[in-house]
């Protein structure tokens, strides 16, 4: 039995709210004050283990946190309440443990650099010497199949290409865990199934803890070993745990697959109704209060 990688206990997440406006009106005494709020819990008790070496999906609709949770495990975030631990330790910044693919290549990748020199940057950043440096990001760059592209600049390239580049990045610097935001999100059909295969065979090759973003069912049972199903915000959090029982690779026009999409989809269908249901009975308990205190008030004004 492998070892527990990532460990999230209980964890939950408020973002502090600035207010945009009042920050840039001149003369505002909030200037010298608080300037915003606090949101109410976009995640509450979160809870999940992710075995080393295990490929992990978070897979959930637009806007239930999936980025909130990921970014907290990369450590750019600060959780509100809650544990998250890497092999027993507790995250609380970013760490060369765990490497980052963001879903915009554009904005992770260095224009200024060359496709090698891009995958090179974190190493140099390390301080790794020139020769070793090289060796380790031309590896890299053939097995994201980019070899003859290396003296390229960025816009040179495809966005497929650009999201290669990021990964062979990601790869280069050999973190334990890949942590991937949505890294096939826009991309057209054939590139995502071609670097789809190429993160299996990566993940196969290399045994790293994958964690990885989606909203999209197929790519989710596709490339997953467990996909956690997450509910709606406010208040979302993991409320299932689906492990694909099928080897890789995985075809997703085999008649088994297929079923197997239509139960993950029906899981998350069932989430998101129940949370749904769940705000819109809080939200008519928290109507029926007001009508219930607005009633109290009146038959007190009357009875003064
Ligand atoms: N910096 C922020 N400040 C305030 N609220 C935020 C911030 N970032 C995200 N949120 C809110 O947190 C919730 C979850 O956002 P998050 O980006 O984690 O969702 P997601 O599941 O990754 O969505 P998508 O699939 O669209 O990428 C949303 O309601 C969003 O409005
Ligand atoms: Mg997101």
């Avoid at 003296?151 to 497929?160: F, R, V």
């Avoid at 998101?272 to 939200?283: D, F, P, V």
Wanted: hydrophobic share 40%.
């Amino acid at each position: 039995m492998a070892n527990t990688k990532i460990k999230i206990e209980n964890v939950s997440k408020k973002y502090d709210v600035e207010n945009k406006a009042l920050l840039f009106t001149k003369g505002n005494s909030a200037h010298d004050n608080f300037v915003g709020h606090e949101t109410d819990y976009v995640l509450k008790d979160v809870n999940l283990e992710i075995k080393e070496g295990e490929f992990h999906i978070f897979l959930g609709a637009s806007g239930c946190g999936k980025t909130t949770l990921l970014n907290i495990v990369a450590g750019f975030l600060n959780k509100t309440e809650g544990s998250v631990t890497l092999d027993d330790k507790e995250i609380n910044g970013p760490g060369s443990e765990r490497g980052v693919v963001f879903q915009n290549a554009d904005s992770a990748i260095f224009p200024w650099l060359t496709v090698q020199k891009n995958v090179e940057y974190g190493l140099r950043m390390q301080g790794v010497k020139k020769d070793e440096r090289k060796k380790i990001a031309l590896d890299a760059l053939d097995l994201v199949g980019l070899k003859g592209h290396e003296q390229k600049y960025p816009d040179e390239l495809s966005g497929g290409m650009k999201q290669r580049v990021q990964i062979a990045r990601s790869i280069a610097a050999n973190p334990e865990v890949l942590i991937m935001d949505e890294p096939f999100g826009a991309l057209d059909a054939q590139t995502r199934r071609t670097l789809q295969d190429e993160l299996i065979n990566i993940w196969k090759k290399t045994g790293k803890t994958i964690l990885f973003v989606t909203h999209d069912i197929a790519e989710a049972v596709y490339l997953g070993e467990n996909i956690s199903i997450f509910s709606v915000a406010p208040d979302a959090s993991i409320v299932d745990k689906i492990t694909v029982p099928y080897k890789y690779p995985r075809d997703v026009n085999d008649q088994r697959v297929g079923e197997f999409i239509k139960y993950t989809t029906e899981q998350l269908e069932n989430a998101i109704r129940a949370s749904k249901a769940k705000h819109e009975g809080l939200q008519k308990a928290d109507n029926e209060e007001e009508v219930v205190e607005n009633e109290v008030a009146e038959a007190n004004s009357v009875a003064v």
